[in-house]
């Protein structure tokens, strides 16, 4: 049997490890020591061969967490844990150093799930972006009439429906402009009365007389349409 603490080497050569994507891997190179810290320890056992695979776990769990395009990050942070002596079953430990390693094809394919995953994230973050202005849009009541009108000009009577399914919507509270805001309610009082008052009824034929209120210069609310500001 081998004398207590006494260390005797241990190598391992490009083996390959899975990164955090289990597809593509690091290839790891390991120097290390094992020895014995229990006298009464049995020879029925490899000592060389329980300390590699002690390691190559180790070094496994580490790894797993890391991405081979961060190389360093993953060296170092195996390195911090593999260079303990750490005990083993059958009175054993070891320790070791490892160097890290990443073939072409590895880093091409780890490469090409980065891009992947930043469309996504991207699209994701403009999905939610687009998706938080609806909501400010339905739960706001001026809003929510203009953008209604907008998308069905023909469907004004479905409104009251949309309200009531929208019951209890919260805000999404985002910077608004009070002169937008005037615009908005000026347009739709004027378009709720267009759209409920016959022209019979108001005394003016639609296609030769002027709207009274459109008389005179046009105001700046005018000149912008609310509806052209919201699109």
């Given at each position: 049997?081998?004398?207590v603490?006494?260390?005797?080497?241990?190598?391992l050569?490009d083996?390959?490890?899975?990164?955090?994507?289990?597809?593509?891997?690091?290839?790891?190179?390991?120097?290390g020591?094992?020895?014995?810290?229990?006298?009464?320890?049995?020879?029925?056992?490899?000592p060389?061969?329980?300390?590699?695979?002690?390691?190559?776990?180790?070094?496994?769990?580490i790894?797993r967490?890391?991405?081979?395009?961060?190389l360093?990050?993953?060296?170092?942070a195996a390195?911090?844990?593999?260079?303990?002596?750490?005990?083993?079953?059958?009175?054993?430990?070891?320790?070791?150093?490892?160097?890290?390693?990443?073939?072409?094809?590895?880093?091409?394919l780890?490469e090409?799930?980065?891009?992947?995953?930043?469309?996504?994230?991207?699209?994701?973050?403009e999905e939610?972006?687009?998706?938080a202005?609806?909501?400010?849009?339905?739960?706001?009541?001026?809003?929510?009439?203009?953008w209604?009108?907008?998308?069905?000009?023909?469907?004004?009577?479905?409104?009251?429906?949309?309200?009531?399914a929208?019951?209890?919507?919260p805000?999404?509270?985002?910077?608004?402009?009070?002169?937008l805001?005037?615009?908005?309610?000026?347009?739709?009082d004027?378009?709720?009365t267009?759209?409920?008052?016959?022209?019979?009824?108001?005394?003016?034929?639609?296609?030769?007389?002027?709207?009274?209120?459109?008389s005179?210069?046009?105001?700046?609310?005018?000149?912008?349409?609310?509806?052209?500001?919201?699109?």
């Amino acid at each position: 049997m081998a004398g207590v603490g006494t260390a005797y080497p241990l190598v391992l050569r490009d083996e390959r490890t899975a990164s955090l994507i289990t597809s593509v891997s690091f290839t790891v190179r390991l120097n290390g020591g094992w020895r014995w810290t229990d006298s009464g320890s049995s020879d029925n056992q490899v000592p060389v061969v329980l300390a590699r695979d002690h390691l190559r776990r180790q070094a496994g769990r580490i790894l797993r967490r890391h991405s081979v395009l961060d190389l360093e990050a993953a060296q170092d942070a195996a390195n911090a844990v593999l260079m303990r002596l750490s005990p083993l079953a059958h009175g054993l430990e070891a320790a070791g150093a490892m160097q890290l390693d990443v073939p072409a094809r590895d880093r091409a394919l780890a490469e090409e799930h980065a891009r992947r995953q930043q469309a996504a994230d991207l699209e994701h973050e403009e999905e939610m972006q687009r998706l938080a202005r609806l909501q400010r849009v339905l739960a706001d009541p001026d809003l929510r009439r203009v953008w209604w009108t907008a998308q069905f000009p023909d469907r004004f009577t479905g409104l009251d429906a949309l309200t009531d399914a929208l019951q209890g919507l919260p805000v999404q509270h985002a910077p608004e402009s009070d002169d937008l805001r005037g615009d908005i309610r000026r347009f739709t009082d004027r378009l709720v009365t267009a759209l409920h008052t016959p022209p019979a009824a108001r005394g003016l034929p639609p296609s030769t007389h002027p709207d009274p209120e459109r008389s005179g210069p046009p105001r700046a609310a005018d000149r912008c349409c609310p509806l052209a500001r919201l699109t």
